[in-house]
């Protein structure tokens, strides 16, 4: 007992610290925080499905026999908006249409499938996703896609199959997918692109390094990516993964006029979702991200951290667990407990610079302790 109220002495001052150079504020009702004139405007509307870090979610219906089928992924990457260069020319119609050396993406992921033990089909074809029964012979399904990509089948197909405790794992601008459809993005973990500001390196802090897509990685590491701004912010996600805006020289502000997420601002999450699981990160843009080997900033570690991401979601190993809850209402709570106040108008003070930096992971990493002993 001694220890813990040690520990949570250290953690509420390493917590106030951090908040006073940060320039946190929480909101005078007590359910968010503004930063740099971003505000947390509250919950997306709330999805009427079981959803959180909560296994107790999941529905284990048997759908999945990996024992007699083996693991399978399947690779969605229709765009009906802006096409990320790294996904290369659009593909023919069909199951596993040929590729060029230019779709980066989806041969990275066959090569990843290859060396790791799981099967890997890619398709762009909104007829793969007419009937859920098509959907349950994968164990999960990843979408690296843009706008709208599924017609009404194929949505009511994706439900189901999430339903029935398929998992979804959610890449870079499936972030910037149906806008309009509330249930996808409830499984994006309440998160949308807003905008995103200059492609530049940034600071990645591990958050909870006990998960099994990020245990292999370092608590820090330098990568370089477009960092979107999301509008809603993801919550009530085990959040995994977070950049340091303070480290972004070009600034944090992005095309369509965000300010930029602040001090918390997540770039990799999972949850239990209406059934079933989803994994998900706004990482991924450059192809230097994708290629073996790679000298691009950050390459070596977003690899690592997405194949656990894909193993765990498919049940090769365990999916989202960590130490505590994981949560964005845990930090806040924790920033409200110390003693931080509303500033008047919900304006704070812009980040300080990243001299005598205190990093997210060392913050969350004593918030841990403080809960899990």
Known sequence: MLRRRAVLGVTAALITATSLAFGIAAL??????TTNGYTNLGSFPEPQVCHGVDPACYHDWGNFDPAKNGYRLLVYTKTAGPRHADLGPPLAPGLDPPLTPANVVQ????????????????????????????????NAILFFTSRTVLDDAG?????????GGGAFIGVH????TDYNWDWFRGLLGGAELYDHAALQTGTVDVLDPSDAS???????????????NLVPAPQGVRFLA???DRTLAQGQRGYYGDPGMGPFHPVTWCQ???GGK??????????GDWESPSTFPGAQYFQQMLLGGMESAMGMKPFCQGRGDGTQESFSSALRTSGVQAVPGGIAEPPKSSAGRVSLAALTRAMHGAECG
Do not use: C
């Open 272 to 274: 239990y979702y209406d």
């Open 214 to 228: 990020t245990a292999s990685l370092p608590r820090t590491w330098t990568g370089e990516d477009e960092w979107y």
């Open 242 to 244: 977070a950049v340091d």
């Open 278 to 287: 989803a994994w998900l990160t706004t990482l991924g843009h450059d192809a």
């Open 155 to 163: 949505q009511t197909s994706l439900r189901v199959y999430i339903e």
């Open 28 to 33: 005078a009702d007590g359910t968010g925080y």
């Open 173 to 176: 601008n499936a972030f910037g």
């Open 107 to 138: 041969n990275a992921l066959i090569r990843m499938g290859q060396q790791n033990g799981f099967k890997v089909d890619w398709t762009e074809d909104t007829s793969v996703f007419s009937s859920p029964a098509t959907l349950f012979n994968y």
